[in-house]
């Protein structure tokens, strides 16, 4: 069955641009739920808990039709949760290197640009949902917004960095300023796990 992962940094290793209430809160709470739900979901199904999350959102057509809008809520929320944990970290270097640093750079224009396009995404979102950053089947970056827990997985695309910008991700610190939780949100940006997660996406099937 599926888990809630551990993260490798304490609640309130990201103040003070995430806080430790909100933290402990979206992992112990929100995510938590999403892994319940997606394993109660599967349950008719067990075969399914043999699988990585990615792999059964890359193939939704596979999942039974009476479960498939619980597995894309469910799963996605807990796929997408599991990649925010982990391209976060607490004194991250500042900037992006190398290959992943060159790709922005033809992409976007420059590092500045992207994160303006990025945050622009992210402000975009309607209600609930994500901004990503991610590589698409030809190998190149896009940023793409998603509304509630879709996943890019889902759409054939392996997202490198994505931001939560549902309010249960900023509201006990920032309330409706989503503007200023991203701006901080930039702080906590692990941009060792981004590298390595785009040197991987280049050699995926």
Known sequence: MFTLPVLRYQYNSLEPYIDEATMRIHHTKHHQAYVDNLNKALEKYPDFYKKPI?????????VPEDIRMAVINNGGGHANHSLFWEIMAPNPKKQPEGALLDAINSTFGSLLAFKEQFTQ?????FGSGWAFLIVTPERRLSLKRHS??????SHGNIPIL????????????????????????????????????????LHSS
């Open 148 to 153: 509630f827990q879709n996943s890019p997985i």
């Open 121 to 125: 995404k992210a402000m975009g979102v």
């Open 162 to 201: 994505g931001i939560d910008v549902w309010e249960h991700a900023y509201y006990l610190k920032y309330q409706n300023r989503r503007a200023e939780y991203i701006d901080a949100w930039w702080n906590v940006v692990n941009w060792e796990e981004v590298e390595n997660r785009f040197k991987r996406s």
């Open 54 to 62: 990615e792999e059964i959102l890359s193939d939704l057509e596979a």
